[in-house]
């Protein structure tokens, strides 16, 4: 007849199935999938040689005490982008922990905060010289809760890193209320663990002054 395909003619040969379709969707999803990480991956590796590159300069180029402590709440701020940090040192005659300077809706209420070596999350941080990631504070046993209901500031999740040098806890960093979720990410962690034994060299020569 005219106009007629016969079977197997080029035309059919070249026409995708159900099951092509299938496939092509497939490998245009993983290279999407492969895409969305490598890019993932690029981001964690701009930011990570971002925070290494301030440290170095701070490393190169030693400051005051308050400039010191203020870049290092910008780096870690930097690393995870929080609603409220703080730095503190442990005062040599005491051996609480005071809060030097801090960020956030109640920054001025904290300065100057106190606590002892093994009190709330950052404490027993300090106490055991280990970063504490807590994506849920109020399930957690060693959150102050009393000091954050007095400050009037709600807290949902805090990471604890500690300032160390030469073995000794020096000091910790606090960021709480991680912004975009929760959950802190295994890179993050890991910057902020290297930020902390970096701020413990940089800030040694300020030993015991609060």
């Excluded at 890019?39 to 300069?57: C, P, T």
Aim: charged residues 20%; proline residues 6%.
């Amino acid at each position: 007849m005219a106009g007629h395909t016969p079977a197997g003619s080029p035309n059919d040969r070249l026409a995708p199935g159900p099951l092509t379709r299938l496939g092509m969707r497939t490998v245009v999803d993983e290279m999407s999938v492969n895409v969305a990480t490598m890019a993932e991956a690029l981001g964690r590796a701009s930011l990570k040689a971002h925070v290494f590159e301030r440290l170095l300069h701070m490393h190169s180029a030693p400051a005051a005490l308050v400039p010191t402590v203020e870049t290092l709440l910008d780096i870690a701020l930097d690393t995870v982008p929080a609603e409220a940090a703080s730095l503190m040192l442990v005062d040599a005659a005491t051996g609480d922990l005071v809060v030097l300077s801090a960020r956030g809706p109640v920054a001025d209420k904290v300065k100057g905060l106190r606590l002892k070596m093994d009190e709330g999350i950052a404490g027993v941080a300090a106490l055991h010289k280990q970063i504490l990631p807590v994506s849920e504070v109020n399930r957690d046993p060693r959150f102050a809760r009393e000091i954050a209901e007095s400050l009037g500031f709600p807290v949902r999740s805090l990471i604890a890193v500690p300032i160390l040098h030469q073995g000794s806890s020096e000091g910790v960093i606090e960021l709480i209320n991680r912004k975009g979720g929760d959950e802190f990410m295994a890179h993050e962690i890991d910057i902020l663990e290297k930020l902390g034994r970096a701020a413990g060299v940089l800030l040694a020569p300020f030993a015991g002054r609060t």
